[in-house]
């Protein structure tokens, strides 16, 4: 008999398939104790086993490239952090088998995480990964991750671990269900870089029984099981409907009566280019530099490595525009040489910008760098600060970039709510604002991006976000200067329908999307996205929010 059951749609299109479930997690090992005298073989095992883990995500994150590269080598980085190996040889030498160790001394770790700040505990999921791969090795049972099939299927599983979402096979996944997770995870995110259908935070996705057939709509989260051939036949109707639309839509982002919204991509560096640049992408909306860092958080790059990466994207958009947002560190994102390690908080401490200025010769290479990477090249390059504050934030960035030399335009990241409330005058100092739609909620209501708990809340519907992009908007048009967005926002066509209509001028996502946002566009008018916004901005939940936009522009 046909169910339904309904998550958060995070990545377009339809998927129909069997059911595979993700391999199971790896169970907790005999808590025995050892003799003393195999306590030095134990921490050789146990050292031997962190490093493959270490050596394996790396692999897989050189293998995917991009944005996942960063997300894998943050995770290596996890699983050979030296207090948690400290602890692991701690436990050894009282007694306990390399296995057990490992097993306690992230348990130990993973409770900090969770009462380290919600920010952070969003970690918890990537830190379980990285436990079950070093515990399975000792074990030496099969690492847990995606099932082997020669069939496409659809993968369900309780979260997904980077390590297997980054080299998921597009041609044998359809599309995928979560338990958890939320709209702007790392799940999310890399699935929308795939382009394959997902749905997050789904009560209930694991006790959907292995082999039966789903029916996934990544666009509104709803998850059909056992469809029957009705449902199947509208479903495949509707999915080739909206293949041909997006066939059909070529060129510039525009409304249809002309009003122009360009179409620009987030990348994570030069390995995201081609599929930016085959997508049709009139520039990059969002550069992430962090994945330079990331490469070795001992120290930073020196200025010569950063120049040749930076290069190999802005040669990509001759006559493009390319934003760079300068290094995002802290809270997820710990490099040793820059960030505290003592912070009882650290997504509400000295992160982005805030550690940048107390750092300034880490900003005033990487600004250097980038003046010179320009050098010649006709690209409008624009540079811009993560977690600006309020003026004086805006004016140190500024100052700090004339005094690299750098000729570009100056911004500013609306990532806190102070940002879009006090819009007009941090444009007294920048060029531009740029909304980096997932901090900003996660900022705005308390609610960490990461936990499928309070997914409702990172929903991007949410009527008090968007009364910030429009607040934001509103003060830039006024000052006669840009405001886009760079968040996971921009890659729901409808949204970016409604973000259009609040006068938003630019629009940036992963490359998957912009077909499906410039198709989406090219069929309203200005006017009916600016009465899509209001009907959205006029509801009190996100759900309806949506229902009231879709409404407005399908002339209900």
């Not at 096979?169 to 997902?198: K, M, N, Q, Y």
């Not at 509208?234 to 639309?245: D, F, G, H, S």
């Not at 009003?259 to 049709?280: M, Q, R, S, T």
Request: charged share 20%; proline share 6%.
């Amino acid at each position: 008999m046909e169910t339904t059951l309904r998550g958060v749609g995070v990545s377009h299109g339809v998927a129909i398939g069997e059911v595979r479930h993700m391999g199971t997690a790896v169970l907790e090992p005999p808590a025995k104790q050892i003799p003393a005298e195999e306590a030095e073989r134990e921490q050789g095992r146990a050292r031997q086993a962190v490093e493959a883990v270490a050596a394996d995500l790396n692999a897989r994150g050189n293998l995917a490239g991009g944005e996942a590269q960063a997300v894998l080598e943050a995770q290596a980085l996890m699983a050979q952090d030296p207090e948690l190996i400290a602890d692991v040889e701690r436990r050894i030498v009282v007694g306990s088998s390399a296995e057990r160790a490992v097993y306690d001394a992230f348990a130990s770790y993973r409770a900090l995480l969770a009462g380290a700040g919600e920010y952070l505990a969003g970690r918890v999921a990537d830190l379980d990964d990285v436990r079950n791969r070093i515990v399975a090795r000792l074990l030496g049972v099969p690492m847990p991750g995606v099932p082997d099939s020669d069939e496409p299927y659809v993968l369900i599983a309780r979260d997904l671990a980077p390590a297997d979402t980054a080299l998921l096979d597009p041609s044998l996944v359809l599309g995928f269900v979560t338990e958890e997770g939320g709209p702007t995870s790392h799940s999310a995110i890399l699935a929308r870089a795939l382009g394959v259908p997902a749905v997050v935070a789904l009560p209930g996705a694991g006790e959907i029984t292995e082999g039966t057939v789903v029916a996934v709509d990544g666009s509104t989260g709803e998850v059909f099981v056992d469809p029957g051939a009705e449902k199947r036949a509208v479903m495949e109707a509707a999915a080739a409907e909206r293949r041909a639309a997006l066939s059909a839509s070529t060129g510039p982002g525009a409304t249809s009566d002309g009003h122009k919204v360009p179409l620009l991509a987030n990348i994570g560096g030069p390995a995201d280019v081609p599929a930016a640049v085959e997508a049709g992408a009139e520039g990059v909306g969002l550069f992430r530099t962090e994945f330079l860092f990331l490469d070795d958080s001992a120290e930073a790059p020196s200025q010569e490595k950063q120049i040749v990466a930076y290069r190999q994207v802005l040669e990509a958009f001759p006559e493009g525009r390319v934003v760079v947002r300068v290094l995002d560190a802290g809270a997820d994102k710990p490099l040793a040489f820059l960030t505290p390690a003592d912070e009882p908080n650290p997504a509400l401490g000295v992160r982005g910008l805030r550690s940048l200025l107390e750092h300034p010769e880490v900003l005033r290479t990487q600004l250097t760098a980038l003046a010179k990477a320009a050098e010649g090249l006709p690209v409008y390059l624009e540079v811009m600060a993560p977690m600006v504050a309020d003026r004086v934030d805006a004016k140190a960035f500024a100052d700090a970039c004339r005094a690299a030399g750098l000729r570009a335009k100056f911004g500013a990241m609306v990532e806190i709510p102070s940002a879009a409330l006090r819009a007009r005058s941090i444009l007294q100092e920048v060029e531009f604002l740029s909304l980096g739609t997932n901090d900003l909620a996660q900022y705005t209501f308390a609610a960490d991006r990461q936990v499928g708990a309070v997914a409702r809340l990172q929903d991007p519907w949410q009527p008090a976000l968007l009364d910030l992009v429009a607040l934001s908007a509103e003060g830039a048009k006024a000052e006669g200067k840009s405001c886009g967005v760079c968040g996971e926002a921009a890659a729901d066509p409808l949204l970016a329908c409604v973000l259009t209509g609040l006068g938003v001028t630019s629009l940036s996502m992963g490359a998957a999307s912009i077909p499906y946002v410039r198709a989406a566009l090219a069929t309203y008018t200005l006017a009916q996205c600016e009465r899509a916004a209001s009907a959205a901005r006029a509801a009190d939940t996100a759900e309806d929010a949506r229902s009231a936009a879709r409404a407005v522009l399908s002339g209900e």
